[in-house]
């Protein structure tokens, strides 16, 4: 939700549960924009022209993951999968790994077992942050 990844350098960031610093209308189809508003929160919510109320473009829980069909196809084109510091229970990300069981290397990294563990190729129980540049080359 964050915008680590771009700071970090990725291009092409799909953010399924949204992102932090931008807000939507909850009633039109207009498309989020920036907001990295830090000051305190307003006194009533902000409205949108159209009446609905604006709301941060975050995906809450119940609600389902933006561009699920953007993952989809990634993932039908995935030849390398690798999941790092997830617990493999929440869905639908959680079976994304199970989507490509025997037509790709899919690869776990964390300090603890996922529940989809079984779904995996490769299962490295270490920490991210040591293990992953070495694991990349980097
Ligand atoms: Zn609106």
Same mark, same amino acid.
């Given at each position: 939700? &964050? &915008? #680590?990844?771009?700071? *970090? *350098? @990725?291009?092409?960031v799909?953010?399924?549960?949204?992102? $932090?610093?931008?807000?939507?209308? &909850?009633?039109? %189809?207009?498309?989020? /924009? !920036?907001?990295?508003?830090?000051?305190?929160?307003?006194?009533?919510i902000?409205?949108?022209?159209?009446?609905?109320?604006i709301?941060?473009? +975050?995906?809450?829980?119940?609600?389902?993951? =933006?561009?699920?069909?953007? +993952? =989809?196809?990634?993932?039908?084109?995935?030849?390398? /999968?690798?999941?790092?510091?997830?617990? *493999?229970?929440?869905?639908? %990300?959680?079976? /994304?790994?199970?989507? #490509?069981?025997?037509?790709?290397?899919?690869?776990?990294?964390?300090? !603890? &077992?996922?529940?989809?563990? @079984?779904? /995996?190729?490769?299962?490295?129980? !270490?920490?991210? *942050? !040591? #293990?992953?540049? @070495?694991? $990349?080359?980097?």
């Amino acid at each position: 939700m &964050d &915008d #680590l990844h771009e700071q *970090g *350098g @990725a291009a092409r960031v799909t953010h399924m549960h949204g992102e $932090l610093f931008k807000s939507r209308c &909850d009633r039109c %189809a207009m498309p989020p /924009f !920036e907001d990295r508003n830090t000051y305190e929160p307003p006194a009533e919510i902000p409205r949108c022209a159209c009446g609905g109320q604006i709301r941060p473009h +975050i995906c809450w829980f119940g609600e389902v993951p =933006y561009e699920l069909d953007a +993952i =989809y196809a990634a993932l039908s084109a995935c030849t390398l /999968f690798m999941a790092v510091g997830t617990s *493999g229970m929440v869905e639908p %990300a959680a079976s /994304f790994v199970a989507h #490509l069981r025997g037509r790709a290397r899919t690869i776990y990294v964390g300090p !603890e &077992d996922p529940a989809n563990r @079984a779904s /995996f190729t490769e299962c490295y129980l !270490e920490k991210a *942050g !040591e #293990l992953l540049p @070495a694991l $990349l080359g980097c």
